[in-house]
Structure formats: structure tokens, C-alpha cells
């Protein structure tokens, strides 16, 4: 099925109008750049399955438009770049048992799990916690406001994060610097991330978007097929991993983890806003 194409203006140097989108904000700060604004700042940039399935064909036609080169990613406000999937639509979902809207291939944001051809900068300016830090995972390079935080919460709310962030998180930090995150559901600071080798700069809130863009155009002003085949030829062995061990973890886990009486309960005491009651494993 086709995706329906955004009515709204583009420059005249793309060749094709961009997948219509609801819930982030699209626009071209420089010629060859495409900005990406999750536009729920109400929710903490949450994002439901919808916008979900919206970024995952946008990716997918940044890749196709010849004419960009690379894409700066954040949220809207300045307290959360994305807080991860809505938990009221996941609690929702498991109730009425409706798995109809699946995640596109590229993950959680379209992200989470994508190779893709083009990198993706983000501007972190929050937190960036569950799906969210699933999509900061896999991005090619970070810069962050102060304020940010990184979570994997998912042991809170009697979930898990198989979008692709643990064997990423395995890859990039070490066994127990992950085991450490993902056990507790931790916040690690922006200063951490720094010194895990995360984030490459923490630029105040009101210049973050600004150096983003700036380093989004210094890589388009490199050649376009070596950024392309620099970035794939990097991340083959990442891939071959991180990819399979992904599948491996959703084929084995997901099913069990969503038609578990905690994963209900988990979610239902962050609807509630209250201490959830765990009850024995059967796994």
C-alpha cells in the first residue's frame, strides 16, 4: 500500500514530498538537511504506535531522496527528547489483544533497529528513556542539552527493551555497565554519557539545535557515496550481531513478556500512579 504523501510545501530541490506525518514536525534548516521534531511535548515526546509507523517510512524515503545527505533528529520543549512508547496505548493494546499495528523493520521510531543508508545526528534536549533511549542507541552521533537522562525503565513496568537496545547497550558499554542499567531501570546522567563514550557534546539547551545543524552540514559537505559507504562498511559488524540478536530476543521473549500478568500490571500501576504489585514469575 502506498503512504500517503504531505500536502504541506517542500523546497524544490527534493524530488519527492516527504510521507505525511502527524505527530512530528518536519522541515529543511539547510540545503541537504532534514530536521525531525517529535511534536508531543505534552506526553514527554512519547509516541504511540502511530508515530511510530509514520518515522519508520519516513527514514525510509530519506534514504530514497537523493538530494539529502543528513538528518538531525530531537524532540519538541526542552524537557524529553522522546520518554518511549505510550504505556496507556501498550496497556490498551494488551488488554483488547490488538497487535495490528506492528512496528515497522526499523524498530521502535523507526530507529531503533535501523540500518539505513544516511546518518542520523540527534539533539537530545531531555530525557531520553525506554523507546526513546532504544532510538539514541542507534543514532550515529549524539549531542545533548544538560538535563538529559538516559533509562532503560522497562524492569519498573514489567516490560522489557527488545527494540534492539540491550545487545546495542551490550555492544557499546560492557557487560556490567549494561547489567547495571538495565537491572534497576537507572537514569544515567548526561556527564555519564559523556564518559561512556555516548554522547559527544553537552551544549546548552538554547545552542543544541543550532550545533546539531551545523554538524549535520559539515558531514553533507563531504561526498554523499563515502558518508554512505563509510557509515554501512562501520557498522557491518554491529549489524550482523546486533540484528540477529534482536530477532533472537523478540522471538524468544515477546510474546511471553506481553501476555504476562506483570507486563499488565506493570502498566497498569504507571496508568494508576501507583507502586505496582508484583506477582510470581511462571516464565
Sequence with gaps: MTTPRTKDPVPAWLENPYPRVEHSLISFPAKHILQVTINRAQYMNCLPVEATIELGALWKWYDAEPELRCAVFTGAGKKAFC?????????????????????????????????????????????????????????????????ATFALPEVLRGVSALAGALPRAMLLFGNHRTMDLILTGRRMSVEEAVSWGLVKEIVPQEKLLERAIAYAVEIAEKSPDSVIISRLAAREAWETGVSRATM??????????????????GLAAYREKRDPRWLPSYL
Design 83 to 147: 520518554a518511549g512508547m505510550d504505556l496507556k496505548q501498550r496497556l490498551d493494546l494488551i488488554k483488547t489483544n490488538d497487535v495490528a499495528h506492528d512496528y515497522p523493520h526499523g524498530g521502535f521510531a523507526g530507529m531503533s533497529n535501523r540500518t539505513g543508508k544516511k546518518p542520523i545526528v540527534v539533539a537530545c534536549n531531555g530525557h531520553a528513556h525506554g523507546g526513546g533511549f532504544e532510538a539514541i542507541l542507534n543514532a550515529d552521533v549524539i549531542f545533548a542539552s544538560p538535563n
Design 248 to 265: 533472537r530476543g523478540q522471538e524468544i521473549y515477546s510474546e511471553a513478556m506481553l501476555r504476562s500478568k506483570n507486563a499488565a500490571e
